[in-house]
Structures are given as C-alpha cells and as structure tokens.
C-alpha cells in the first residue's frame, strides 16, 4: 500500500488533524489534552485507510508527542514490551520459513487424513488453536498464526487480496481476542476480573461458571465466524482443499528440526512466563516474553545449520521487519495507554454517550449497552471499554435478577470485536498487515462482518448467560 498514488490533499488531512485538531476548543469535557490526542487518533485511521502504514504512523506519533511530550511518546510506543517482542520475533518466525521448517508441517497437516481435502476444517482448526493459545498474549499469538496461514496461502496458491487471507486474517484476530478472555486467572482476563474485584468486593465472580460460560461461548463463537464466511461471506477456500503434496515420503530435514525445536520451546517458555505454575513461572516470568525473546535469538545463533552457518542470522533477520506495521503498533501502544487518562475527558465523554439510554426498559438497555461496547471498542481500548460500561451491567443484572458473572461474560465476550480499523487493538493492527491483504480491504470485510457477529453474539450469549446465571 505504501507505493500506490496517493492525492496530496490526503496527506494534508493526515498532517491537519495530527497537529492542528489540538487548537480546537475541547467539547463534551474533553480537555485539551484529550483534543490533542484524539486528533491524532482520528489523522493516524484515516490516513491508515488511504495513505498506508508508515507516513500516517509517524505524523501520529509525533502528534500525540506534541501533546503527551516526546519522552513519554517514545516511552509508551517504542519502549513498549509488545513493540519490543514484535521486532526481534520476526526473526525466529523467518528461520522456520528460510529452512521450510513450516512448509514441512504445512504438507503435513494438509496431506494429513484427517485435513486432505476439507479446506473449511483446515480453516476451523486454525481459528481454533489461535482462540486457545490467544489466552497467553493475544499479539504474538497472532503474529504467529498469521505468518503461519501466510505460508498456507501461498503454498496453495491463494493469491493477495482474495477473499480467504482478508476473511481469515480477521479470523485470527477474533480468535486471539476470544482467547484473552477465556481464562480469567491471567493475561488480559485477569487483568478484567481485578477491575471487576476493585469495583465490586462484595459480589465475586463465579470461576466456575465463568469458565464454562467462556469456553461454550468461544467455541460457538469461532465455529460461527467459519460458517459466516462460508454462506454469507461466500469465500472460496478450493485451492486449500485441492492441496495435494508433491511428494508424499517427504522427510524432514536436520536444519527443518532445529528450527521447529526453536520455535516449539519459544512458544512453551512463553507460556511458561504467564501460567500459575509456581516456581518456574516466578523464573520465566521475570524475564517476560521480551526477555524470552531476546534470549533465544542469542541462544540460536550459536546453533550451526548442516553447512557450518548460523541458524539464525539476527541481523539479516532484522531486515525483513515492516516498519509501517512496527511504527503502527507503537502508535497504537502509546494512544492505548493515554487516550483513555481521566486528564483527556474521554472516558467521561463516553460515559455521556450512554447515560441518555439509562431510561429505557432493562433489557433494552443492556443489548444497547453491548450493542455500544461492541461499536466503541473498535475506537478505543477494549479494557477500557470494558470497565466503562461494567457498572452498568452490573447494575442492570440485579434488575433482572440475573447473577453478575452472567453480564460480565456476556460484556465481555462482546466487546472483542475490534476488527474495523487497525486502530481497534494491537491484535488487529498486526492480522492487518500482513502481505497477503491490504489493510483497507480488511476494514471493508470487517465492517460487514462485526455486525453479523454481534446479533450472533446475543443470540448465542443471552440464552446461555440466562441458562448458567
């Protein structure tokens, strides 16, 4: 996207809104700080949608410099962990492509008796094992499974921009913001469950019920998303089906091995750094996946291939890193941390937005709640979203007689569709520049499929949510 012809007047509204839109006086209490912030929010998604990935980035980081400070900009956006991680992953993911190590295993499960010729379980599983691994950190998990489809797609043939990667990419994104939330002892499930605690002491959530509730919720969830893009969405996934090995006795090979090992035990000190596993967590967990990552690619580059070179060649690795996509998810780090500050008047502007539905009957007011988080969490921080609207489900399920871990799960389950714009979660922006669909067309597809997921989401949560609570 970052080649095409792009009018000059769409750089000016970019440059307009980074750092001109601060001057405006403030409206609904938005302070000036707020205003400042949200200029460049609004100037990074729309120059994301029709300039590309990098230009619209850096003006918005600069922007929201302006009016954070660039110290604290360059804190929250490049010194971020995420940001961090999401570079010196790139290469441990390209050792398994360099080597065919993910070839192999590709040919392996599409050759399998089990996948040979059902390319909408092949689809099925995948979104399946992102939802599940997407409880130990939801963007690298994504970046994993979409290098990984990657691969799939251009194994098989898919070409860019055809239905199957835009569809599929939104997939893993849904999928992995499922899986955040599937368990509520860590990751972004804990982090819910302590604001839950912190607002409301004195009525604890059932882990039981939680647990069940999510794990029937995610599955039907995932398995609707799949049969949305198959008779709604029409998307052709042939090519995966018709998939046929060219050599059916092919072995792997030495370097293939070393490269899935590497990869393999990447993925398990991973999840050992968050998993309440005692004392090997306390290890792990003080180096966090950063740490984990850059201990590896040292690690690795002492292990030789079968000709006598490195593994892994770090900086050779390094060059393949998009810069649009790593400035996009540095910007998006740094707006999630400030935009939702009290000081910028933006959670009380929100607040406003929903206080005028209060009168309405009980459970009206509750689809219009979810229907609320579902829209504004593609705008802003889904935790943010979360803990905004939690009081009122909190208080409407006594209306209703409902217990509260019912509305939590269903707020919470609800408000994971941030898929519109790469601008709705870290999760999204990464499934959104991948190479294999362009970013504007993604948001297209998404636009469509956000609400087909919600009425589903409702149809599917509410009798669940009333059969358990």
């Known amino acids: 996207m970052e080649t095409k012809k792009v009018s000059l007047i769409h750089y000016l509204i970019v440059f307009a809104f980074c750092f001109l839109f601060r001057f405006i006086p403030g409206f609904a209490g938005i302070t000036p700080l707020g205003m400042g912030i949200l200029g460049s929010f609004i100037g990074a ?9 990098l230009w619209p980035s850096i003006m918005a980081l600069v922007g929201i410099g302006l009016s954070i400070g660039m110290n604290e900009m360059y804190a929250a956006s490049f010194g ?3 940001v961090i991680c999401l570079i010196f992953c790139m290469p441990l993911i390209g050792i398994c492509n360099e080597t065919g190590a993910f070839n192999w295993v590709i040919n392996k499960l599409l050759g399998s008796r089990f996948m040979s010729g059902k390319g909408w379980i092949t689809i099925w599983f995948l979104l399946i094992a992102s939802w599940i691994m997407g409880t130990m950190n939801p963007i690298i998990m994504g970046i994993i499974f979409c290098a990984f489809a990657t691969q799939i797609f251009k194994q098989v043939g898919v070409e860019k921009n055809e239905k ?17 939330v599937l368990i509520p002892f860590f990751s972004t499930g804990l982090t819910l469950v302590m604001a839950y605690n912190n607002m409301f002491p004195d009525s604890p959530l059932n882990f039981g019920k939680y647990l069940l509730f999510m794990i029937i919720a ?12 198959r008779f709604v969405f029409r998307v052709d996934v042939s090519k995966v089906a018709n998939f046929k090995r060219e050599n059916k006795e092919m072995k792997i090979t030495g370097d293939q091995k070393k490269a899935l090992s590497v990869f393999v035990l990447f993925i398990v000190f991973s999840m050992c750094a968050v998993l309440p596993i005692g004392a090997i967590q306390g290890f792990f967990g003080q180096f966090n996946i950063g740490g984990i990552t850059l201990v590896m690619l040292a690690v690795i580059t002492l292990i030789k291939k079968s000709d006598g070179t490195s593994l892994c060649n770090i900086e050779e690795g390094l060059k ?14 740094a707006i999630a941390m ?27 007011f509750i689809i219009v709640a979810l229907a609320f988080a579902a829209l504004l969490t593609n705008f802003a921080n889904n935790m943010i979203v979360i803990v905004l609207v939690m009081p009122f489900m909190f208080n409407f399920s006594h209306a209703i007689g409902m217990e ?9 389950v609800l408000a994971q569709f941030a898929l519109m714009t790469p601008a709705a979660s ?27 997921l919600f009425v589903f989401g409702v149809l599917v949560g509410w009798p669940l949510a009333q059969i358990l609570f």
Request: neutral net charge; proline residues 7%.
């Open 45 to 53: 998604v729309y120059g994301w949608i029709v300039v590309g990935m």
């Open 80 to 82: 971020s962990m995420t």
């Open 164 to 180: 199957l990667p835009i569809f599929t990419y939104l997939g893993i994104a849904y999928a992995c913001m499922m899986g955040q």
């Open 218 to 229: 995610g599955l039907v969830m995932v398995t609707i998303y799949v049969l949305l893009m």
């Open 320 to 333: 393949t890193i998009s810069w649009g996509q790593i400035t996009m998810i540095g910007y998006i780090m």
């Open 338 to 364: 400030y935009m939702n500050t009290e000081a910028t008047g933006i959670p009380a502007a929100m607040a406003k937005l929903l206080q005028p539905f209060m009168a309405l009957p009980p459970l009206v």
């Open 404 to 412: 509260p871990t019912g509305m939590i799960c269903l707020l919470f």
């Open 426 to 452: 870290p999760v999204t922006a990464v499934c959104m520049t991948q190479e294999m669909a362009d970013s504007n067309l993604m948001t297209k597809a998404a636009i469509k499929m956000v609400p087909c």
